[in-house]
T-cell receptor, first 115, second 113 residues
Framework: DTEVTQTPKHLVMGMTNKKSLKCEQH?????MYWYKQKAKKPPELMFV???????INESVPSRFSPECPNSSLLNLHLHALQPEDSALYLC??????????????FGPGTRLTVL | EDQVTQSPEALRLQEGESSSLNCSYT??????LFWYRQDPGKGPEFLFT???AGEEKEKERLKATLTKKESFLHITAPKPEDSATYLC??????????????FGQGTILTVHP
């Protein structure tokens, strides 16, 4: 089983709202990733957690705040977003830490619209 | 700078018309090349991982190959359900890109019945 789940599937929020995206995997993977994908573009890496520690932060604005409560869960807290933040947000996981060459498995994504 | 270039940007085929997608890469040290399929509005679905030149992998109508400079995704007798965007990605080995996937821009494949 290589399933990564994400909730919600769709999210509409105003620029003053606070919301969270959730990601879960039960494959025992130790690295988890957040990506942002705009229409007709490839995924862009935002954050990587390796063994529950933030390993990579791609200079993402502070209005995006990641959290890894345990090895199976990954959250992305959103606050004071801008309309240009509207995109498909993807979660992925891989078996070992970020220094490995393991395959990354993606979830179905959350379609975020910021009004 | 590490680069991944996919061609063509878009490919239209008739059902049953075989063809190939190309992924050329320039990285400081290849640690893995990945092919994904992505349907509109969904997350990328893993297809293949290739680690060394000469390696080949197959799955149904798809076959992926790898050389020292590029990878090909061969599609044999495609069906309309093969229509999707195909993404190629490589793991970087050095510098500030260590541990990150670099994606190509993707090839949009449309198979007409």
């Amino acid at each position: 089983d290589t399933e990564v789940t994400q909730t919600p599937k769709h999210l509409v929020m105003g620029m003053t709202n606070k919301k969270s995206l959730k990601c879960e995997q039960h494959m025992g993977h130790r690295a988890m990733y957040w990506y942002k994908q705009k229409a007709k573009k490839p995924p862009e890496l935002m954050f990587v957690y390796s063994y529950e520690k933030l390993s990579i932060n791609e200079s993402v604005p502070s209005r995006f705040s990641p959290e890894c409560p345990n090895s199976s869960l990954l959250n992305l807290h959103l606050h004071a977003l801008q309309p240009e933040d509207s995109a498909l947000y993807l979660c992925a996981s891989s078996q070992s830490g970020v220094s490995s060459t393991d395959t990354q498995y993606f979830g179905p994504g959350t379609r975020l619209t910021v009004l | 700078e590490d680069q991944v270039t996919q061609s063509p940007e878009a490919l239209r085929l008739q059902e049953g018309e075989s063809s190939s997608l190309n992924c050329s890469y320039t990285v400081s040290g290849l640690r893995g090349l990945f092919w994904y399929r992505q349907d509109p509005g969904k997350g990328p679905e893993f297809l293949f991982t290739l680690y060394s030149a000469g390696e080949e992998k197959e799955k149904e109508r798809l076959k992926a190959t790898l050389t020292k400079k590029e990878s090909f995704l061969h599609i044999t007798a495609p069906k309309p359900e093969d229509s999707a965007t195909y993404l190629c990605a490589v793991y970087n080995a050095g510098g500030t890109s260590y541990g990150k996937l670099t994606f190509g821009q993707g090839t949009i494949l449309t198979v007409h019945p």
